[in-house]
């Protein structure tokens, strides 16, 4: 059964169209006879009004656009219901996209968010979309960049200082007495990723005798991750890091299991590893994962605050940039 129409009501009642409309949006307009007539006719009718239709055309929509980089990793899994928490809290809904870090599928969730008249999109960034975030803000959708800094200071940001981050693991594997690290990530495309190695060489160039080897991903998964480990495993013992810093943690899973295989390395006995972010499978991990922390709800709940703040601001809003500190956990991969 088709629902029933405003121009249905209208007709029943024996009014018009905009009458139905001041019924429905500003009764204050409208007699209580006329209300009455009208009213009865909804309900005759089951009339069911089309919120979505109506914030649409007001441009008021209660949708946020939320493009992550990759929805399999947990921790945008976790980053999302933070922003999905603050948004319901305001009456708004979170519609998730996933980039898979490429750049055309990001383009075209943009283009998406954009024909639904979203309040605003939250974006972890792939490639450089300053430009059409610019001409999204011109049409009236404001944008904050999730996980990601941005030296485009005319936008808001929160994320994790992912330099220090890299700092702090490579530093903590160096107080283990390490000496031969290696790096496990890529592509350096993604800023997260060269902001960790960044920080890493700067831990390295403190240590005398530190050497870092750079060992490059295709993508930040646990199979990258496990390949990377296999290739360490195969290579004759002297010729193998002493400790190894994962880009991300599900890089850390996949180094774990390539390691490990038929009794491959022992970690962290031969080989530490730590990774990045303390996803739940983390501490999880057959041989419980140290990390670096990134707290994920609390990004999302963050970058939402901030984008609700723009999208009700008349003018002059000034963008913030927030970073919280990275977070050492310590576990049995690098105890030992
Ligand atoms: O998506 C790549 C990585 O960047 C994630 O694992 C998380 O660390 C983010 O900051």
Redesign the pocket.
Known sequence: MVSASVKDVAALAGVSVGTVSNVLNRPEKVSVEVTARVQSAIDKLGFVRNDAARQLRAGMSHSIGLVV??SA?P??TDLARGAEDRAAAENFTVLVGNSN?DAARESAYLDLFEQQRVRGVLL?PVGNVIPRLEQLRRRGIPTVLV?RQTENMSFSSV??D?LAGGEMAVAHLLSLGRRRIAFVGGPES?R??ADRLSGARKAIDAVAGATLEVIATES?TVLSGRAAGESIRFRPEAERPDAIFA????LAVGVLQGLMLLGGVKVPQEIALIG??DIEFAAAAVVPLSSIR?PSALIGSTALELLLREAAAEDGFQPTQVVFPPELIVRASTQG
């Open positions: 980089l990759d990793n921790f945008f870090e972890s996980d994320a994790v992912d993604i997260q990723v930040l880009a991300n943690d599900l990045y972010d990134q």
